[in-house]
């Protein structure tokens, strides 16, 4: 007889192995939904890795459409999703807006924008995902995908522009008023840039009629022609001058009242035969006018020369600049080179792109500058066109310095575009007659201004800062002591990048790039003009951690290379992952 016992003890273990095979499966089953699970994850991760890279990579390069898909393909190529390279479609990348309050991407129906959407897939079509386990209740493989949206940080952008005096030095004659023909230095620009000089005041050609005071009667400076005017008549060349009462010059005459006689014969009888154009007009019964060519007399007269002519009158008036004049005169009376002439400015018309705009004289490398910058801006203004936020477009402001005094905000920091570019068509040079190099006075005048609000400026939180440094010479003036700049100096471990204390105008100047570098504050460095230190700017790029940039030593390239400098800086933002 079997007993109780032992049948019920084997029915147990029989129950325990039925369980247990219950719970292997049950096991298995778990096995195989966590590491199928844990797989899923995995390359999710890895599409969002390579989704974020495409984006940051494409929204680098939005002004070029074509290249940003290509970078966006090729970055997210970089990256493999379950041991399979990660691939895009055409349809995988977006154009369009990001809007920063809303949070929401608006897909454009061209490839314009501020933000660039990438989408990875992973399914049958982009390489397949074979589950492992999972296989075996019937799931063979899984579809994921992963998005990612990067967009161009909105800037702050300060133009800040040197209008020292030797902005107009390369068609500022170079000793032209001392001779007839153009030579010198300069001689290719003479030719080429002073012609255009020309035309833009009506002067005929380049470099016109020049005479010595007086040649007319026969004299070749200012004592002789004296001598001839103390004759009734004058017989020079077959030619008969009779001398009026006006202009005669007497024994008993002071010698201030034979300068006058002498300058009004000139004014009024030898000039206009050779530069009848010339304004103010050319008479002496008019004080106002007298005592404004008696200034262009004095400075010609004190020359080795004593010619007189268009080209030592362009010469004259580019020396003066838009705000300098002798002392013989009042700051009310700039020349008609200037654009706050009271004889009226000259202007003439001139296209940017597809718009026309009146400039004074092209004095270079000024005009260059502004006809570059307007380029600039326009090429901004489109960047932004299709953003309606004003908040989320690139804001731009114009500042230019020069004397300590002269700093001055041509444009404020803002989205008016058009005003900007019509701020830029007046940048005009100061007088020659001191230091006015003022380099880092316009670098605090352009941080105070395009920081943030929230520290005293006009900027915006949260946008990257641009500050695009455009001169020509080297630092002559600054704000800061020299006990702060070498303090400062002796504080940093970069202080190779400096000079000694014999050149604080330079040091000054890249103290300012400095502080701005360590607030992530991008300064470009660019030279324009014959009379650049190189040296100097690329010190500056490489304080501010960008590239220095040299338009040219060619002034009839200056335009050219500054348009492509220019857009090298506005098609590359910073770029930003905001989804």
């Not at 020309?198 to 010595?212: C, E, H, I, K, V």
């Amino acid at each position: 007889m079997t007993s109780r016992k032992n049948t019920n003890r084997s029915s147990r273990r029989g129950s325990i192995v039925v369980l247990a095979a219950f719970l292997l499966v049950g096991l298995l089953g778990v096995i195989a939904f966590a590491t199928d699970l844990g797989y899923i994850y995995l390359v999710k991760t890895q599409l969002q890795a390579a989704a974020d890279a495409a984006a940051l990579a494409g929204a680098a390069n939005m002004a070029y459409p074509d290249t940003a898909v290509s970078d966006a393909k090729k970055y997210a190529a970089l990256n493999k999703a379950g041991g399979v390279t990660v691939t895009l479609s055409g349809t995988d990348v977006e154009f369009g807006i990001w809007n920063t309050s809303t949070r929401i991407f608006t897909p454009s129906n061209d490839q314009s924008g501020n933000a660039m959407r990438i989408t990875v897939r992973r399914n049958d079509a982009t390489g397949g995902n074979s589950l492992f386990f999972a296989k075996i209740f019937g799931k063979k493989s899984f579809e994921t995908s992963a998005q990612a949206i990067a967009m161009a940080n909105p800037r702050d952008i300060c133009l800040l522009v040197d209008l020292s005096a030797s902005m107009h030095y390369d068609t500022e004659p170079d000793n032209g008023y001392a001779s007839a023909a153009m030579t010198g230095t300069y001689a290719t620009v003479q030719t080429t840039m002073m012609q255009k000089v020309f035309n833009d005041l009506n002067y005929g050609t380049a470099p016109g009629t020049t005479q010595t005071v007086g040649q007319i009667l026969g004299a070749s400076s200012t004592s002789t022609l004296a001598s001839k005017l103390m004759n009734s008549s004058v017989t020079y060349s077959g030619t008969t001058y009779t001398i009026s009462s006006t202009y005669k010059i007497l024994s008993t005459d002071s010698g201030a009242t034979k300068k006058q006689k002498m300058y009004k014969w000139l004014i009024d009888v030898q000039m206009p035969l050779i530069m009848p154009n010339a304004t103010p007009p050319l008479t002496s019964s008019n004080t106002t006018y007298y005592n404004y060519w008696a200034a262009y007399l004095d400075k010609i007269a004190a020359s080795s020369s004593n010619r007189l002519g268009y080209l030592t009158y362009v010469y004259y008036m580019m020396y003066n600049g838009r705000d300098g004049q002798d002392s013989t005169l009042s700051s009310s009376d700039d020349s008609p080179l200037a654009v706050t002439s009271p004889y009226g400015c000259i202007y003439h018309s001139e296209t940017v792109g597809s718009e026309s705009f009146n400039f004074p004289a092209r004095g270079e490398p000024t005009h260059s500058c502004r006809r570059a910058l307007i380029a600039a801006i326009q090429q901004i203004q489109e960047r932004n066109s299709p953003v309606s936020d004003d908040n989320q477009k690139d804001w731009v402001s114009v500042i230019s310095f020069d004397a300590l005094a002269g700093t001055t905000i041509q444009h404020d920091l803002d989205v008016n575009y058009t005003t900007a570019k019509q701020a830029c068509t007046k940048l005009q040079p100061v007088h020659s007659g001191a230091a006015c190099t003022a380099t880092e006075t316009g670098m605090i005048a352009a941080e105070n201004l395009i920081k943030a609000a929230s520290k005293g400026g006009k900027g915006r939180e949260n946008t990257q800062k641009v500050v695009v440094l455009l001169t020509d010479g080297v630092p002559n003036l600054k704000t800061s002591s020299n006990s702060t700049i070498s303090n400062y100096i002796s504080s940093n471990s970069n202080s190779n990048y400096y000079n000694s204390s014999t050149y604080y105008n330079y040091d000054a100047a890249l103290m300012q790039t400095a502080l701005m570098q360590k607030m992530n504050w991008k300064v470009f460095a660019v030279g324009v003009g014959l009379e650049t230190d190189n040296s100097f700017m690329d010190r500056i790029a490489r304080m501010g951690e960008t590239n220095a940039s040299h338009s040219s030593t060619d002034p009839t390239a200056y335009e050219e290379n500054l348009r492509a400098i220019f857009k090298q800086i506005v098609d590359n933002p910073e770029v930003r992952l905001v989804k």
